[in-house]
């Protein structure tokens, strides 16, 4: 809901600010979220006002956060061109799927006493404030601090995230990336309930391999990025292609079998597809714009993200109810239309191939 709402602002000020603006939301969000699990922990807040205060709370980075995300990916399509666009926005993704992997690894590790559950968060908390510290050593200097527009034509308009949508180059791209990124968020938000589903015995001894799934989806989406990307200098046509078919094939793994390994195998194969395609569909709409498209572009993406967790597992978690592959079902139909749409697209003339733009 917030991402159109930082276009402008980041257009006009520059992104320098916004990204540290996220820092702050993230700050506050885990700061304050510790102290609401610890006010309803010794009996201040009832349950309801507990649990009323984190979503509150949480809600401030979902706001600031936007803006964040909105910022960087504008940053760098600023800053690069081409093929070096594709590499660090490829990057950045690389940087998310890390994160997946470390966050749940150390989390368990700051669980003590006296802190208790809370440790997680404040330790979060507290990387923030060291992050937003940083911020000011290593973000880049110089005209884009000034404004977006100062960069180029100071009497360039401020192009909103619909018009850019509406870009033939630009927004069929970003409606693959839709697409795509619900299908992804179907796969990562009920491959927890196959599995324990699958898992024969107590249901909390399927909590480890719930683990090892995730943590392997995650280290496939960066091997992907942080790998073969970089190998094979991927362009984002052959990414997004290449990816939703990886996908495809990892969401039809578990409608052929319904054991326990088919779901742990086909989430890992769909990830590292995911892995591709995502930062393939954001390199391929932001080379399909000009400069002054490029905030309102990241910021689509950013709504991308947003959007594609909120309908569509729900959608997914109660057609699981009714039929137990339905989820991998609808992800698998999303992938094929995804694939036969861009292959009959992929004409050399149709082609985004590290232009410079």
Known sequence: VSSPFWVAHV??????????AGLIGFILS???CALSVELGLLGWLAPFATFLLFFVL?????LLGSAAATATQALIALRTEGAERTRTLTTLAGALSL?????????PLLIFEPLGPIGPMLAFALIGLVTFAASFVFLPRGAPEAGFAASADPNQRTYSMIEVWR????GRHLTFGLLLCSAQAINLYTVGFVVIDRTPGDPM????????TMTGG???????QWGLVRWLALTPGVMMLAGVACALIGNLTPIASDTQIAAVIGFIIASFGYGLSRPGFSAAASLGGESEHQVAIASAVTLIAGASITLPPIIAAAAYQVWPPAPF??????GAYLLLREAVRARPNRIIVHMKR
């Open 218 to 224: 995650a280290i496939a989406a960066l091997v992907a």
């Open 58 to 62: 949480r809600s401030v980075y979902g």
């Open 11 to 20: 257009h006009r000020h520059g992104a320098n600010r916004f990204v540290r």
């Open 205 to 212: 001894a399927a909590q480890a391999m719930v683990g090892v």
């Open 167 to 170: 870009e033939a180059t630009i």
């Open 30 to 32: 885990m700061g304050g």
């Open 329 to 334: 079902a609808i992800a698998a139909l999303l």
């Open 99 to 107: 994160g997946t992997i470390i966050g749940p690894a150390i989390a």
